[in-house]
């Protein structure tokens, strides 16, 4: 079952926690982002707890394996239930990571982002340097598969690489795919986007929407509309 993840990427935290709300039982996942983390800090994700919600804490660390280490152990001392770095880090980083994640009772699942929803090939190419292969659907998979055998519960990818990345990493490694866009929202800087319902049907474990719910008119009819999205691509 595809779970919906609703991004908190608003202005403030009473914002936000007015956002969860006005979402009330329909959504149980939300991901506290850089921006919420940056003006409030862990009593971000103290909130959402007191709320009986699960919480995707999404800071990408991307730094030596003992920094990111360090700054895992404290993050997951925040009682966040997904946390998240940078599989570009490299494995000794992710095991690091993955190690620091194990100290924290109870664990919460250590995620590495492969290549950003943002990047397309042109984008990559210019990151990477113009003489390496630069497709995202060959740097994921090889990504995740790096990723699972440093010890990561799973992936942060596009719904486009979903079954390639299956394939290299199975049917237990987690699955987050952002980038979603019901039909006829504004795409925004997202480029390798994909409904609700095309990521069910690849076999998302987990869909991050962030602007078509929060910046929805109604953010509770968008969110519904959504989970509704995902039960009709299931039983398909
Ligand atoms: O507003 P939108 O739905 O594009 O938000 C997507 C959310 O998912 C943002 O908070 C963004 O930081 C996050 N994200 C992403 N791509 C990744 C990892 C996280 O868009 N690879």
Redesign the pocket.
Known sequence: MTNLIA?L?TPSLEEGLGLVDKLGDSVEWF?V??RLFCLSGPTAVRELKKRGKKVFL?L?FHDIPNTVANAVEAVAGSGADMVNVHALGGSEMMRAAAGAAKKSNPEPLIIA??????MNDDSLREALGSEAPCAPETHAPRLAEMAKNSGMDGV???AWEIEAIRRVAGDDFKLIV????PSGTDI???KRVATPAMATEKGADFI?????IYAARNPAEAANAITAEIARATKQ
């Open positions: 991004a990427d991901k982002g850089s999404d990408k982002v492969t290549v950003l929803t943002s942060v990818c596009s952002p980038g979603i866009r925004g800087d997202q991050v929407v962030g602007r078509p």
